[in-house]
């Protein structure tokens, strides 16, 4: 077997779910050999599970970027935030360590995404977009190559999940209101953390400039849903996946990772 270094960026709500999948021998061609995380006590709290689980290799509590990568990683899963992603891709890369992200919203930004395609190419690397809390990532790309295509991609939230934001009012929480419309580029901008998922679809198809996107708040809504609908003159694909919390991000990442090692993927 060949046995791939694993570290991550960013433990929190997501990253324990790729640390449980470990655990749990659901990931078994790979060893989580350091992390890193803003607060240490998180970082501290995945490597403790790790040694309770009586792994046969210690995984590393770093505390700077350099020290992660001088574990010399194969894989980097990055659950941090599109910040963090900026800060990191390219070391990364350079450090012959690809990338599994979750915080693509980063990658909205053209002159960003084309540094990483370029790095990780000179690097012989990759990065790997995960799925995260939508899907049919695989239809978007097939489309988008037969010619021209349409996408939108609508999604429907509580208004508590907008907290903070500056669409947000009190009023939200008794009227149904579509807050947002405009293209992924311009979602990533107002919802910093929270569109993701849409900057993923635009980048699998037409491209952050070109897809419509719309953010829909509804009163006592709990999680979220995701409506990608793809056309062109022959496909037209209806991609809808609600999610009651952001946890099938989180196992999108163990697909990914899974994808990565076993002999037959989808
Ligand atoms: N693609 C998708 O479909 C989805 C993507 N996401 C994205 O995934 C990421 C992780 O989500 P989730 O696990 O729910 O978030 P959490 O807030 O639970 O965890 C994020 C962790 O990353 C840490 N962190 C933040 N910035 C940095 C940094 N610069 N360097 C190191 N660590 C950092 C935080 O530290 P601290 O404890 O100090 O806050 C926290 O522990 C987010 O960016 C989120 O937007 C989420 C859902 C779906
Ligand atoms: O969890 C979700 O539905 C979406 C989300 O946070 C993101 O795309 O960043």
Redesign the pocket.
């Known amino acids: 077997m060949n046995t791939k270094r694993l570290v991550i ?7 324990e779910i790729v640390a449980d999948a470990l655990i749990n021998g659901i990931l078994p061609d790979y060893q989580l050999v350091g992390v ?4 240490k006590e ?1 970082a501290e709290a995945i490597a403790n599970k790790i040694e309770k689980a009586d792994s046969d290799y210690t995984c590393q509590v770093c505390s700077s970027l350099d020290e992660l990568l001088a574990l010399k990683p194969d894989y980097l899963v990055e ?6 992603l900026r ?1 990191l891709a390219l070391p990364a890369l350079k450090n012959g360590t690809s990338l599994v992200v ?4 980063a990658l909205a930004n053209r002159a960003f995404y084309q540094d990483v395609e370029q790095t990780a190419r000179e690097n012989s690397q990759r990065v790997h977009i ?1 799925s ?3 899907g049919g990532f695989d239809v978007l790309r097939t489309a988008s190559l037969m010619g021209k295509t349409r996408v939108s991609f609508d999604t429907e939230k509580g208004p508590n999940s907008l907290k903070g934001t500056s669409v947000y009012d009190e009023a939200l929480q008794t009227e149904k209101r579509k807050v947002f419309e405009g293209n992924a580029q311009e979602a990533i901008a107002l919802f910093p ?2 569109v ?2 849409a900057v ?1 679809a635009s980048l699998a198809s037409v491209g952050p400039e070109d897809i419509q996107v719309s953010v829909t708040s509804t009163p006592d809504f709990v999680g979220d849903d995701h409506r990608i609908e793809v056309r062109n003159e022959q496909v037209h694909a209806v991609i809808d996946v609600y999610s009651q919390t ?1 946890q099938i ?2 196992w ?1 990442v163990v697909n990914t990772l899974r994808n990565i090692s076993l002999p037959i993927v989808f």
Do not use: M
């Open positions: 960026v960013g433990c929190g709500k997501l990253a890193l995380s803003r607060t998180k659950s941090a935030s599109p910040a963090a800060e979750l915080s693509i919203g995960v995260g809390a939508t953390t929270k993701n998922v993923a952001a991000a989180g999108s």
